[in-house]
């Protein structure tokens, strides 16, 4: 049984550049949900997808855009990538989020 | 706003001693409290999920609490062993199933 998929695992980006992000919920799992974390930090929530629609947002600019695909599968975009922006970024998935989560590896975004 | 403090920050014990992390928060309603693991530069690994109409959860050598009165849960580890050291983080279920996470304790376990 697969659990959460991340891609890419590394990213080295340009300030100013953008940036997608993507992640394969857990077989069965319709809500995924995206965290930043930065270095010695606890994970930060960005944004929760359910339904192809965004159902909460943590405090993050507008900057930060997901999308969720009919597969429940989902991307996360960051639009001109500043320095704070370097941070491992976590994908998690639940079933309506009352059974708790899985999170996956992480993709660690490097902004140079 | 649910603030999740976790104490020690970071605990450095002798291998096969006996452990407790512990976990606050100030906001009892939550759905459930989950306990992670995190390797250096890894994601998170699930130990624990305790609903909240639920009082403890166990799994080998690992138990945790959750005492929502008093907005507190612990995490006991018996018998620890250097494949233990992580950063173990304490995370709670809120409204709109948000998660928020402590800060976490980093554990380092010695042969």
């Known amino acids: 049984d697969a659990g959460v998929t991340q891609s890419p695992t590394h990213l080295i980006k340009t300030r100013g550049q953008q940036v997608t992000l993507r992640c394969s919920p857990k077989s069965g799992h319709d809500t995924v949900s995206w965290y930043q974390q930065a270095l010695g930090q606890g994970p930060q929530f960005i944004f929760q997808y359910y339904e192809e629609e965004e159902r909460q947002r943590g405090n993050f600019p507008d900057r930060f855009s997901g999308h969720q695909f009919p597969n429940y599968s989902s991307e996360l975009n960051v639009n001109a990538l500043l320095l704070g922006d370097s941070a491992l970024y976590l994908c998690?998935?639940?079933?309506?989020?009352?059974?708790?989560?899985?999170f996956g590896s992480g993709t660690r975004l490097t902004v140079v | 706003k649910q603030e999740v403090t976790q104490i020690p920050a970071a605990l450095s014990v002798p291998e096969g001693e006996n452990l407790v992390l512990n976990c606050s928060f100030t906001?009892?309603?939550?759905?459930?409290l989950q306990w992670f693991r995190q390797d250096p530069g890894k994601g998170l690994t699930s130990l624990l999920l305790i609903q909240s109409s639920q009082r403890e959860q166990t799994s080998g050598r690992l138990n945790a609490s959750l005492d929502k009165s008093s907005g507190r849960s612990t995490l006991y580890i018996a018998a620890s062993q250097p494949g233990d050291s992580a950063t173990y983080l304490c995370?709670?279920?809120?409204?709109?199933?948000?998660?928020?996470f402590g800060t976490g304790t980093q554990l380092k376990v010695e042969l």
């Open positions: 995370c709670l279920t809120g409204g709109g199933n948000k998660l928020t």
């Open positions: 906001d009892s309603a939550i759905y459930n």
């Open positions: 998690a998935s639940s079933v309506g989020g009352n059974y708790g989560y899985t």
